[in-house]
T-cell receptor
């Protein structure tokens, strides 16, 4: 009965490869997010979707492309991986509205070698 | 601008109170949050405060908000070893997008 799940938990890959991270939430929330946490634990929002529509797109390289096939899923595809992409990526979801609690997934640790 | 700052590290003894501080810059923030991250896990919401409140208490947690100074604090009473984690302060940006700006996190170390 996991609320927000991500796969895979760990991902090790080489520079230049393309990879995807999947996220699913079973909370019935309308809004989903992707965050990046760097090695210093700094957490920054990347994207947000509301009911499959992109509503936040921070200054993220266009090698990163989110896709939301339905409101319960938000996947992140990364092309041409670079060393600087190594981080922990967190998916989150929330009901619509300011002040709504965001529920975070367990994270995907991406290591690019 | 969008900026949230926290001190990076706090060490306390078990049973003492912990106070984690945070400053933010956006005066239009409507909600301010405290999240907890345990090792290898995602973030978990601890508590939040609406911007028109000065204080909120929830069991061992007390949140104080000084809106004039844009200062937020989280006090944990009777700190336990299980409270050891990283604590993130975050502000909402007042829009309906749900966007949160996080501080860099304060690592709380609780010594037995």
């Amino acid at each position: 009965d996991t609320a927000v799940s991500q796969t895979p938990k760990y991902l090790v890959t080489q520079m230049g490869n393309d990879k995807s991270i999947k996220c699913e939430q079973n909370l019935g929330h309308d809004t989903m997010y992707w965050y990046k946490q760097d090695s210093k634990k700094f957490l920054k929002i990347m994207f947000s979707y509301n009911n499959k529509e992109l509503i936040i797109n921070e200054t993220v390289p266009n090698r990163f492309s989110p896709k939301s096939p339905d409101k319960a899923h938000l996947n992140l595809h990364i092309n041409s991986l670079e060393l600087g992409d190594s981080a922990v990526y967190f998916c989150a979801s929330s009901p619509v509205g300011v002040g709504s609690e965001q529920y975070f997934g367990p994270g995907t640790r991406l290591t690019v070698t | 601008g969008e900026d949230v700052e926290q001190s990076l590290f706090l060490s306390v003894r078990e049973g003492d109170s912990s106070v984690i501080n945070c400053t933010y810059t956006d005066s239009s923030s409507t909600y301010l949050y405290w999240y907890k991250q345990e090792p290898g896990a995602g973030l978990q919401l601890l508590t939040y405060i609406f911007s028109n409140m000065d204080m909120k208490q929830d069991q061992r947690l007390t949140v104080l908000l000084n809106k004039k100074d844009k200062h937020l604090s989280l006090r944990i009473a009777d700190t336990q070893t299980g409270d050891s984690a990283i604590y993130f302060c975050a502000e909402s940006m007042g829009s309906n997008t749900g966007k949160l700006i996080f501080g860099q996190g304060t690592t709380l170390q609780v010594k037995p």
